[in-house]
C-alpha cells in the first residue's frame, strides 16, 4: 500500500515523518506490554491493557505539560491493572457484576464513577477533615502539605517559594503526614 493511499493525495506528511501518537506507541508500547505481561501473565489482556494505557495517555489534554511522562503513563498502566484485579476478583467471588460494567468501557466507567455526587461530596468531606486535622499544626505546615500533596508542587520549588531549606520542607511534610496518620489510625496513606 502506498503513502498516498494511506494518508490521501494532499497528505502534507513525508513517509519519514511520524505524528505525535506513532511517537507515543513507539516509545511505550514495548515497556507498557512487558509490564502487563509480567503482572497477568497473560498475553491477551496485556495487549488490551497496553491499549487502554495509550488511550487514556492520547486522550489526556496537554501531554506536553506532563513533567514527567513515563511517571504519568506507568500511573495510568498501575491503575488500569488494579481496576482489571478488582473486577476480576468481584467476578471470582460471585459478586454480580451487570454485564453494562463489564462490557463498557474502563475510560467511561471512571468518569461516571468520578463525577458521582456521592464521590464528590465525600471528596469535599474527606477534604475538609484534612485540612481541620493540619490546622491544629500551624500555618506554614499546612501550606507546605497542601502545596506538595494537592498541588503537586515538588519540594524544592516549595522550599524556593518560601525562602526555606529543602530539609524544612521535608520536616513539615512529615509531621503533616505523622498528624494525619494518628489521626487515621494507621500509617500516612498520603
Excluded at 92 to 117: D, H, K, N, W
Excluded at 177 to 187: D, E, F, H, I, K
Aim: contains cysteine; glycine residues 4%; neutral net charge.
Amino acid at each position: 500500500m502506498t503513502h498516498d493511499a494511506v494518508y490521501g493525495p494532499n497528505a502534507e506528511r513525508r513517509a519519514d515523518e511520524s505524528t505525535p501518537l506513532e511517537e507515543l506507541d513507539s516509545r511505550f508500547r514495548s515497556p507498557l506490554m512487558a509490564f502487563f505481561v509480567r503482572r497477568t501473565r497473560d498475553h491477551a489482556l496485556a495487549q488490551d491493557l497496553t491499549q487502554e494505557t495509550l488511550l487514556r495517555l492520547i486522550a489526556a489534554r496537554q501531554i506536553t505539560a506532563i513533567e514527567n511522562l513515563e511517571s504519568y503513563v506507568f500511573k495510568i498502566a498501575v491503575n488500569l491493572l488494579r481496576d482489571q484485579k478488582n473486577l476480576q476478583a468481584r467476578a471470582r467471588s460471585g459478586a454480580f457484576v451487570p454485564i453494562e460494567e463489564a462490557a463498557a468501557s474502563e475510560i467511561e466507567r471512571q468518569l461516571v464513577e468520578y463525577l458521582s455526587p456521592e464521590r464528590v461530596l465525600a471528596s469535599k468531606d474527606s477534604l475538609a477533615d484534612v485540612l481541620r486535622a493540619l490546622d491544629g499544626l500551624g500555618e506554614r505546615t499546612r501550606d507546605i502539605f497542601v502545596l506538595f500533596r494537592l498541588e503537586r508542587m515538588k519540594q524544592k520549588d516549595i522550599a524556593v517559594l518560601l525562602g526555606v531549606g529543602k530539609s524544612t520542607v521535608e520536616k513539615h511534610v512529615m509531621k503533616a503526614m505523622v498528624c494525619l496518620a494518628a489521626r487515621n489510625g494507621g500509617p500516612a496513606s498520603w
